[in-house]
């Protein structure tokens, strides 16, 4: 074996894969030395949550004098942006990255919102997927509207999943457009057809909260379906507004008060 012109080739091998690397990288423009020419900010669900919208974002970022426009990449500090917007009341989720055209580019999901509350005591206030309480604000939308005797423990461990129950189900999300929480803790329902309230009693009780959430859902779930079968075989007979109060807290008995 020639091993002089086996070294040779070897040599010619390592050189020309560090040539290689060395044009790829010294080619590649240093993002770090320019300044930010463009704040790409995109927005999920702006259209149906509609919380914040980009102004809102911009104005947030320079309140806090870190909006990047026009400003040397090398000092813009992509976490204090993500932390900043990530404190706002209704943002989920920020992400901010830098792209080698040195541009910042800003993606930001919105928290969810299920049911408005509007309490007996002047409360308003949303409450999202997460069983958290969100402030009010301008935003508008056909969500169910809780009425009543209800505060926030209330609001975020029984009129949540009780909510989810409802607007996960497209028949039943249709069909309800209010909650009311009775002083005893029972729960009317408010049809959009009709002129009458459906009782469906208390909800489960429980202090563990997986346990709680399942037990509300079977339980709503129970009432709801024996509502829409009342509606198909029975109001369907008598007619939409015979009655002014429905009762469907028994199992083995549906209470209607006539008008």
Known sequence: MNWKKTCIIVLDVVLGAYIVMAMTTFDKPNVEKGV???VNIKIADEA??????????????????????????????????????????????AECYKTQGGDIC?????????????????????????????PNSH???????????????????????LAKTIMENDLWRN???QINITPEKGIELVPRVGNHIVYIGQLPYSKVKK?????????????????????????SQAGWNKYSYINLEFDNQIICKKK
Do not use: W
Request: net charge positive; aromatic share 10%.
């Open 36 to 38: 930010c020419g463009k």
């Open 48 to 93: 149906t949550n509609g919380f914040i919208n980009t102004k809102e974002i911009k104005k947030r970022l320079q309140d806090a004098h870190i909006y990047p426009l026009g400003k040397p990449l090398q000092g813009v500090s992509l976490r204090d942006i993500e932390e900043t917007l990530q404190k706002s009341a209704f943002v989920r989720e």
């Open 106 to 134: 800003i993606n930001i999901t919105q928290r969810l919102p299920i049911i408005r509350i509007k309490a007996m005591n002047g409360d308003d206030y949303y409450i999202d997927d997460n069983d958290c309480v969100m």
């Open 139 to 161: 935003y508008t939308s056909d969500l169910i509207i809780a009425t009543g005797n209800i505060n926030k423990m209330y609001a975020t461990r029984y009129v949540s999943p």
């Open 175 to 177: 069909l309800i457009e």
């Open 211 to 235: 346990e709680r959430q399942k037990l509300i859902r079977t339980y709503v779930e129970k009432k709801l379906t024996r509502l829409v079968k009342f509606y198909k075989y029975g109001l």
